[in-house]
Each structure stands twice: as C-alpha cells, then as structure tokens.
C-alpha cells in the first residue's frame, strides 16, 4: 500500500488547506484512515480518522469544528479539511492506514504511513 499526500502549504491564521491523501495498492474496504500530525520538538498526535466503509469519523478535540476528514471511496483518496487554521496548527501531517473497520487513535495501530506534506500558518 502506499500513501502519498498533497495540499500543505504556507497560510494566514483563519485561513484554510485542504490535505489530500491519495492511497493505492490494495482494497481498502475494511480498514481506516487517519491524520497525525507532528511540531518541531513535538510526539507526533492523532488529528482525525475515518472508516472506509460506513465512513465514520473522529476528531481530537483541538481541531473539532474546524477540521473536516472525509473519504472518496471511487477516487481512494482521503481529505482533511482544514478551516480557522491557528498558529499552532503548524505542523507536519501525515496519512495513515490501520487494518480494522473501527477508529483508533493509537498511532502504533496504523501499519502505513504517508511521506507527510508541511502546513505552517503564520500569525
């Protein structure tokens, strides 16, 4: 399997990216996607996840109501949207895929990993 993100990039505080997360080599029917994210001097954390097949979702609790994950299950590709961005959003973020139809916030759960694409929002 492998993962490859796009979308990060250089904003504004307030303003908005959307990260995409194109995934191939395998059927993805019964595993989950997640975004983490990692700050210089940091441990990387759980940002979001979805379920491939019902498309459930979860959020960490610092980017509810401004981060939106969703899937495109014809195009296999994951997105987080990211809105009101914040300094301290800044960060490295990577994709993720876990083997199992449920969410996990456990980042030694998730068994591929994206390169991770860089999102710095200025103040």
């Known amino acids: 399997m492998q993962l490859v993100e796009s979308g990060g990039g250089l904003v504004q505080a307030g303003g908005s990216l959307r990260l995409s997360c194109a995934a191939s080599?395998?059927?993805?029917?019964?595993?989950?996607m997640g975004w983490f994210r990692q700050a210089p001097g940091k441990e990387r954390e759980f940002v979001a996840a979805?379920?491939?097949?019902?498309?459930?979702?979860y959020y960490t609790g610092s980017v509810k109501g401004r981060f939106t994950i969703s899937r495109d299950n014809a195009k296999n590709t994951v997105y987080l949207q990211m809105n009101s961005l914040k300094p301290e959003d800044t960060a490295d973020y990577y994709c993720?895929?876990?083997?199992?139809?449920?969410?996990?916030?456990?980042?030694?759960?998730?068994?591929?990993w994206g390169q991770g694409t860089q999102v710095t929002v200025s103040s």
């Open positions: 993720a895929a876990a083997n199992r139809p449920f969410i996990t916030v456990r980042s030694g759960a998730y068994e591929y």
């Open positions: 080599g395998r059927s993805f029917s019964s595993w989950s």
């Open positions: 979805v379920t491939w097949n019902v498309g459930a979702t």
